[in-house]
């Protein structure tokens, strides 16, 4: 995304919407956390996009996840220096103009 200029372009686009699903989320936050990594990046951190200032920590309590349990998820956040979510695949993150709401049906932790 940095390289395409993808990553220069997205804060200015105002009246667009993003959405994302696990990874597709993720890279919008600061830091994915060391658990996440699953290839090295060019700056060889965990450290991604940082459009919005939290870390999310998808598929919460997944069946096929087992390693996404909400200890992992605590002990996940313990790491990062940032605020943290996580969120099951029944809750999605909005935020417009820098507020967060959360949407959810599902099970979800602010951390």
Known sequence: MRRSGLAELLPSLHDKVWVGLSA????MTPRIGPDFVEW?????TDETLGLVDFSLFP???HPALPENSMADAERWAAALPNPA????????VKVADGVVEIVSEGRWRLF
């Open 59 to 61: 598929h919460l309590d």
């Open 40 to 44: 090295t990046s060019p700056t060889g």
């Open 24 to 27: 597709g989320s993720m890279v």
């Open 85 to 92: 979510y996580a969120i099951d695949d029944e809750t999605a």
